[in-house]
């Protein structure tokens, strides 16, 4: 993996950048390999480009679709929230430690299959349910059996995503970037998450378009035909890019062989059973979830991994519960669509700050100085509650939200390329599913909260639960930067300054 020059401005005494420095210092002396072909990078973001465009299609659509449904609460879009933020907490560490142990081919096919496959299935359902819209009043048990469907389809959606954002979050663009020149790998981390919010630009304002000029059956037929046809483009693409590059059929060999030694090293039945009833606590330890979450919590980069799903508890982002309660006050959908739009072009351009950022102050202060940021935006979205005019209020929700975007994405980098960085090469996809699960299950309370308080009326209370969230995460955050670096400020250079002025 290729490492950032810039943490060497961190001071050497520092634990956490003590192993980052003998990386760089080892890596340094290797030779670099032969520069990456423009045309399979190219591959890798447009395969990446079609799986993000689907997934933010659905999600931005499916509060409009469910609020449409059972209008006048959201019940419905709250549920639904629920099944798939509750899929990916439940499961999402047994993704990452079943990620880790496949070949890249197997989790490319269990990926992009189900995730395909279930969009068309929901597609579907929902056309059902509109098209049928008195069916819940004439025929109760297809009414909750097409609900189902949606929701079961999109948990098989969420967790067949996280399986492609570890494999290429986490993995491939570290693999590719190793004894590449300094500064790939940041590089690369800042087009995926730019390609991911040009996605979240672009697909929100098409949904949102085809809803108020067509109809929300269109949008649903339209999305269940684009992911059909999409999906074998997304694995050509892919493989494409697995075949064509070295050092990931190198460490995939790598990792078949060592998934099948671990095999051999397994104990007979007589040896497990005899084991398990003479150290049962142990064998517990040993399950993949319970390990998979220790494993977790012994990493240096713990407070960021927490301080970073914290904010995934919340309702201050352009998610369901938010899109739904704007309609409910009158918003337009496609006003809607636009301002998320313009929130994913505020993120965009934290893509390219964030590296400039970083190559000057460090990866650890860029992440510092993010968070706060984010979190005097979102003290606007909690002034949103006084006025009493609709249109204001709204106005200011979608602009602090919009505007807070830039320090989220940017601690979102911070955080990825210091677990990137700090997290051993083999650890790697489990704690990526760990962390994913640790920030599904705290979007599953952000909806949980929506079941509690259901009423659009009450919206507010869920965004100061929100805003108490994200200012934990950044005082967690906080102690972690003085934990690492034993102070926040350099004082002496500010008392420095002002001497000199």
Not at 230 to 248: E, N, T
Not at 374 to 391: D, E, H, R, T
Not at 403 to 417: E, K, N, P, T, Y
């Amino acid at each position: 993996m290729s490492r950032e020059a810039i943490e060497l401005t961190t001071p050497p005494d520092m634990s956490m950048n003590e192993p980052l420095l003998e990386r760089e210092m080892s890596s340094s002396s290797l030779p670099e390999s032969p520069p990456l072909p423009s045309h399979l990078k190219l591959y890798l973001y447009s395969g990446y480009f079609l799986s993000r465009w689907g997934a933010r299609m659905w999600e931005f659509s499916v509060s409009l679709y469910m609020i449409s449904i059972w209008p006048d609460s959201l019940l419905l879009t709250a549920v639904y929230g629920v099944a798939e933020s509750g899929s990916a907490a439940l499961f999402g560490s047994f993704v990452g430690e079943w990620a880790s142990r496949l070949d890249y081919l197997r989790v490319l096919q269990l990926w992009l299959v189900p995730q395909n496959l279930s969009f068309v299935v929901a597609g579907v359902s929902v056309v059902l349910l509109l098209t049928y819209s008195d069916l819940k009043n004439s025929d109760v048990m297809a009414f909750v059996l097409l609900v189902v469907i949606t929701n079961i389809s999109g948990a098989i959606g969420v967790l067949s995503t996280l399986a492609g954002t570890i494999l290429i979050e986490r993995e491939w663009v570290v693999v590719m970037s190793e004894n590449q020149p300094p500064g790939l790998l940041t590089q690369m981390n800042s087009i995926i998450r730019r390609i991911d919010l040009i996605s979240k630009l672009f697909a929100p304002v098409v949904s949102g378009f085809i809803i108020s000029f067509g109809s929300l059956i269109a949008s649903a037929a339209t999305l269940a035909v684009m992911c059909t046809v999409s999906g074998c483009l997304q694995y050509w693409l892919l493989v494409s890019v697995f075949r064509g590059i070295p050092a990931l059929v190198e460490r995939n060999l790598q990792r078949t062989s060592e998934a099948s030694g671990s095999a051999l090293e397994k104990p007979s039945l007589v040896e497990t059973r005899d084991s398990s009833s003479a150290n049962l606590s142990k064998n517990i330890a040993r399950m993949p979830f319970i390990s998979s979450w220790k494993l977790y919590l012994k990493q240096i980069v713990v407070l960021p991994g927490v301080s970073l799903a914290l904010l995934y508890f919340t309702v201050l982002s352009f998610g369901s519960l938010m899109t739904a309660t704007l309609e409910w006050e009158g918003t337009p959908a496609f006003v809607i669509g636009i301002a998320r739009g313009v929130s994913a072009v505020i993120g965009i351009s934290a893509t390219f700050v964030y590296p400039a950022l970083q190559s000057n102050v460090s990866t650890l202060r860029t992440g510092l100085w993010s968070i706060w940021m984010q979190w005097m935006f979102l003290v606007v979205c909690v002034g949103s509650i006084l006025p009493k005019n609709g249109l204001v209020s709204a106005s200011m929700l979608m602009g602090g939200v919009a505007a807070s975007r830039l320090g989220l994405w940017m601690f979102d980098l911070a955080v990825i390329q210091q677990m990137q960085d700090e997290v051993p090469e083999s650890d790697r996809m489990i704690v990526g599913g760990v962390q994913n699960s640790l920030q599904s299950f705290l979007d599953l309370m952000g909806y949980v909260m929506g079941i509690i308080v259901s009423d659009p009326k009450d919206f507010w209370k869920l965004i100061l639960l929100s805003f108490a969230a994200s200012t934990t995460a950044a005082v967690l955050y906080t102690v972690h930067v003085y934990r690492v670096r034993k102070h926040l400020i350099h004082f002496e250079k500010l008392l420095q300054l002002i001497v000199r002025q």
